[in-house]
T-cell receptor, first 118, second 112 residues
């Protein structure tokens, strides 16, 4: 159980175009999904918290107009990188949160999407 | 902001050896999670800890939630080549927020 998928697994796009990344929880419903980016040899950096049916909450320094997040259902969240530039090239990872019996939340991660902007 | 200090940053060990890594924080956390990440993949949850003092095992892995709620360690016994990867600790704050704070990772290399 607790499987999270991402699509696409990798994408190459030209500078100035937009790219959409999907995150799905396959076998559970997730009221909250998170989007991270990870640069080589670094830890995960939280970009935004996405709650189903409401606006995403962005971390400080993350441009909400550039990284559009939509969480239309309990199993799907999308991240759209608008007007992508080479500096947006990174590994984007989503996670979905599941409330455990202990009353705490566990996050399960997707396999990541490698974005390269040329 | 909150930070987790994870150490060591990297480890080079021989197959069969035991491994220990830890995370500390100046803040209290009410949940500690340990993840492993392989190159080009997302992190995979290894162990979740919910109570101060809790000691939990998952096969050859053992993790403990520190009594002070400000630290946690992960032990791997009898390491094997497939243990290679980056291990991250992550903490959830006392406020109940679902957000996780991540350590910077420990890169493990196992020599056969």
């Amino acid at each position: 159980g607790a499987v999270v998928s991402q699509h696409p697994s990798w994408v190459i796009c030209k500078s100035g175009t937009s790219v959409k990344i999907e995150c799905r929880s396959l076998d559970f419903q997730a009221t909250t999904m998170f989007w991270y980016r990870q640069f080589p040899k670094q830890s995960l950096m939280l970009m935004a918290t996405s709650n189903e049916g409401s606006k995403a909450t962005y971390e400080q320094g993350v441009e909400k107009d550039k990284f559009l997040i939509n969480h239309a259902s309990l199993t799907l969240s999308t991240l759209t990188v608008t007007s992508a530039h080479p500096e947006d090239s990174s590994f984007y990872i989503c996670s979905a949160s599941s409330l455990m019996l202990a009353g705490a939340y566990e996050q399960y991660f997707g396999p990541g999407t490698r974005l390269t902007v040329t | 902001g909150q930070q987790l200090n994870q150490s060591p940053q990297s480890m080079f060990i021989q197959e069969g050896e035991d491994v220990s890594m830890n995370c500390t924080s100046s803040s209290i956390f009410n949940t500690w999670l340990w993840y492993k990440q392989d190159p080009g993949e997302g992190p995979v949850l290894l162990i979740a800890l919910y109570k101060a003092g809790e000691l939990t095992s998952n096969g050859r892995l053992t993790a403990q939630f520190g009594i002070t709620r400000k630290d946690s360690f992960l032990n791997i016994s009898a390491s094997i080549p497939s243990d290679v990867g980056i291990y991250f600790c992550a903490g959830q704050t006392q406020g109940g927020s679902e957000k996780l704070v991540f350590g910077k990772g420990t890169k493990l290399t196992v020599n056969p």
